[in-house]
């Protein structure tokens, strides 16, 4: 079993920055495909960013492309998601992701196992 635990959330303005970060305990955290979803208010859960066991492959939403940049540090057990130029529209709560089929790496929810509780963005115009 993993636990997932994110930080780094907060408030900024349109243009700003933050990065995220998820510790992952309890696991072998190096052989999960690893992601970071989002969901806002009255919307779906979406799919932002996934990255292979040795973070040699990554994924990103088209809304995120040339803004976030998800990495892992598997020495220390640990996801980012470095997010740029945010913008009101990314404003949503973000939540990490463990898949155990670390070959079937993608951006979609059914295919992780193990959430953690979620960190919120807001994003002010």
């Known amino acids: 079993q993993v636990q997932l635990v994110e930080s780094g959330g907060g408030s900024v303005q349109a243009g700003g920055s933050l990065r995220l970060s998820c510790a992952a305990s309890?696991?072998?955290?190096?052989?999960?495909?690893m992601g970071w979803f989002r969901q806002a208010p009255g919307k779906e859960r979406e799919g932002v960013a996934a990255?292979?066991?040795?973070?040699?492959?990554?994924y990103y939403a088209d809304s995120v492309k040339g803004r976030f940049t998800i990495s892992r540090d598997n020495a220390k057990n640990t996801l980012y998601l470095q997010m740029n130029s945010l913008k009101p529209e990314d404003t949503a709560m973000y939540y990490c992701?463990?898949?155990?089929?670390?070959?079937?790496?993608?951006?979609?929810?059914?295919?992780?196992?193990?959430w953690g509780q979620g960190t919120q963005v807001t994003i002010s115009s």
């Open positions: 992701a463990a898949a155990r089929r670390s070959w079937l790496c993608a951006l979609s929810s059914g295919l992780f196992d193990y």
């Open positions: 309890g696991g072998t955290y190096s052989s999960y495909c």
């Open positions: 990255i292979t066991t040795g973070g040699g492959s990554t």
